[in-house]
């Protein structure tokens, strides 16, 4: 941990990431039957990602997140479209949702339905475009190239040089600005 940031409030990220993580995860499951669970569940996980990112920083973040943002994005696109085409192959309208009971021994009455399938491709996808503008934003801010070295020439707008300097300090800077006006 950079010893500038604070070690309570990294503490405490830490301990509401995963909290976080679990209201969002109530969040998708509550609101299948209920518009926007995977939208508003989604929110919240980038909510915990941001704070995470903000107490550790962008260089220990990377090694938080593992996978690329953009593959969960294009994965749950990809989930959001086959359960929203998919009543056509059966010969339905689109967005047709179909509906499961099942009795579960601790649980209870569980309905599953497609609408659960397509709330979590709505939640990987917000989770997924969240995590991925965070990180840009986050490394360009801490003045690292905002792309990886597998993801250059991987999207559309071509980024030459990071918001600030790569390895200049940012305060330095400002005191170099004090300095000379």
């Known amino acids: ?32 039957n209920l518009p926007g669970g995977g ?25 938080v997140i593992r996978v690329d943002a953009a593959r969960v994005a294009f994965v749950g696109l990809f989930l959001t479209g086959l359960t929203a085409l998919g009543p056509m192959v059966v010969g339905r309208p689109p967005l047709e949702q179909f509906m499961w009971h ?34 840009v934003l986050g490394r360009s801010s801490e003045g690292m190239h905002p ?9 559309a707008a071509a980024v030459e040089e990071a918001i600030d300097e790569l390895g200049r300090d940012p305060l330095a800077a400002r005191k170099e600005g004090d300095d000379a006006g």
């Open 1 to 32: 941990m950079n010893p500038s940031r604070s070690m309570i409030f990294g503490l405490v990220a830490k301990a509401l990431f995963f909290v976080l993580h679990i209201l969002a995860v109530y969040l998708l499951l509550r609101g299948h």
């Open 102 to 135: 099942l009795e579960l021994p601790w649980f209870g009455e569980w309905h599953v339905g497609t609408t659960l399938a397509f709330d979590a491709g709505v939640f990987l996808v917000v989770v997924g475009v969240s995590v991925k503008m965070i990180v």
């Open 39 to 63: 939208f508003i569940g989604g929110l919240v996980s980038a909510i915990a990602f941001i704070m995470l990112s903000l107490a550790l920083g962008w260089r220990e973040m990377e090694q």
């Open 147 to 155: 792309f990886g070295p597998r993801e250059d020439g991987h999207y």
